[in-house]
């Protein structure tokens, strides 16, 4: 178990529709980072909050959004969905190494 | 921009066995770190092995280690030993130490399979 938790495990939804994803991460950790594992596109960098800011932008696109809240939790909003944001979707949070939650399976019909 | 590379989409092993899984990387930086991620078929990413660059010893754990070519840009994988469980994809990362983002850049992964 790393320490991070992620809700929900799975997500299924329509396209066109806005989901919202969760991680708390470890205790003591002020980092969060978001991840999309695509078939196509493999493991790629969303985003990152410090302590309730955001510290760096990957490959995210604009339909999507994140923060950080004051307990450290973050959420990942994903808005006007597509087919292929079809993907797992990881959460991890960091000191020197970044563990990673379980994951949150988005399947877009 | 970094890039990390595996070169081996697909190895496989005998039960007890030794494999090595390659991984480069390409990076203007001196001082970073890289990482060893296993994912087995639940899709949890595990950390397998961390190696700092600026330490010039290999980093070992249990029957893990790396050969780390700081030079070359190279970071290798080496099982021994091989059991079942370690079937899995595995991934090489690599992380700056001194990008402010400190994000992880993966490699495209290489699947590990044994055969008992």
């Known amino acids: 178990d790393s320490g991070v938790t992620q809700t929900p495990k799975h997500l299924i939804t329509a396209t066109g529709q806005r989901v919202t994803l969760r991680c708390s991460p470890r205790?003591?950790?002020?980092?969060v980072y978001w991840y999309q594992q695509s078939l196509d596109q493999g493991l790629q960098f969303l985003i990152q909050?410090?302590?309730?800011?955001?510290?760096a932008k990957g490959n995210i696109l604009e339909r999507f959004s994140a923060q950080q809240f004051p307990d450290l939790h973050s959420e990942l909003n994903l808005s006007s969905l597509e087919l292929g944001d079809s993907a797992l979707y990881f959460c991890?949070?960091?000191?020197?190494?970044?563990?990673f939650g379980p994951g949150t399976r988005l399947l877009v019909l | 921009a970094q890039t990390v590379t595996q070169s081996q989409p697909e190895m496989s092993v005998q039960e007890a066995e030794t494999v090595t899984l390659s991984c480069t990387y390409d990076?203007?930086?001196?001082?970073?770190?890289l990482f060893w991620y296993k994912q087995p078929p639940s899709r949890q990413m595990i950390l397998v092995i961390r190696?700092?660059?600026?330490?010039?010893q290999n980093a070992t754990e249990n029957r893990f280690s790396v050969n780390f070519q700081k030079a070359a840009k190279s970071f290798s994988l080496k099982i021994s030993d091989s059991q079942l469980g370690d079937a899995a994809m595995y991934f090489c990362?690599?992380?700056?130490?001194?990008?402010?983002?400190?994000?992880?850049?993966f490699g495209g992964g290489t699947r590990l399979m044994v055969k008992p």
């Open positions: 205790s003591g950790d002020l980092s």
């Open positions: 909050y410090y302590n309730g800011e955001e510290r």
């Open positions: 991890a949070s960091s000191g020197k190494t970044q563990y």
């Open positions: 990362a690599y992380r700056s130490h001194v990008n402010a983002g400190n994000m992880l850049t």
């Open positions: 190696q700092e660059a600026y330490k010039q």
């Open positions: 990076t203007s930086e001196s001082d970073y770190y």
